[in-house]
């Protein structure tokens, strides 16, 4: 069973730091691509950034290009997205989430991904 749980998430002043985690289970970690989200009140749920299943190779949506991030850990089935300069507008609930098994696509969309964390509210204060 494919479970992904997030955490690190809270309450930052704008321009902090906070690393996001996403722990992985119940697959082979390094067959799936990682991909984060985030979604914020009254918002479409909007693509933050990816990572492929060996690491190498990263894609950044707008809203992270030189502030977020992202890596993993394939030996501990992890992967993570620091976050850094953090602003208000970053407010939002984030979520990480699988690319298809074996696949070497690198998400960027919703319906490039199969599985889904619950999510860890990020709340970022001006």
């Known amino acids: 069973q494919v479970q992904l749980v997030e955490s690190g998430g809270g309450l930052v002043q704008a321009g902090g730091t906070l690393r996001l985690s996403c722990a992985a289970s119940?697959?082979?970690?390094?067959?799936?691509?990682m991909a984060w989200f985030r979604q914020a009140p009254g918002k479409e749920r909007e693509f933050v950034s990816a990572?492929?299943?060996?690491?190498?190779?990263?894609s950044y949506g707008d809203c992270a290009k030189g502030r977020f991030t992202v890596s993993r850990d394939n030996d501990k089935n992890m992967a993570y997205l620091q976050l850094t300069n953090l602003e208000a507008s970053d407010t939002a609930v984030y979520y990480c989430?699988?690319?298809?098994?074996?696949?070497?696509?690198?998400?960027?969309?919703?319906?490039?991904?199969?599985?889904w964390g619950q999510g860890t509210q990020v709340t970022v204060s001006s």
């Open positions: 989430a699988t690319g298809f098994y074996l696949s070497s696509t690198l998400p960027r969309e919703d319906r490039e991904c199969d599985y």
């Open positions: 119940g697959w082979t970690f390094s067959y799936r691509a």
């Open positions: 990572i492929g299943k060996d690491g190498l190779h990263t």
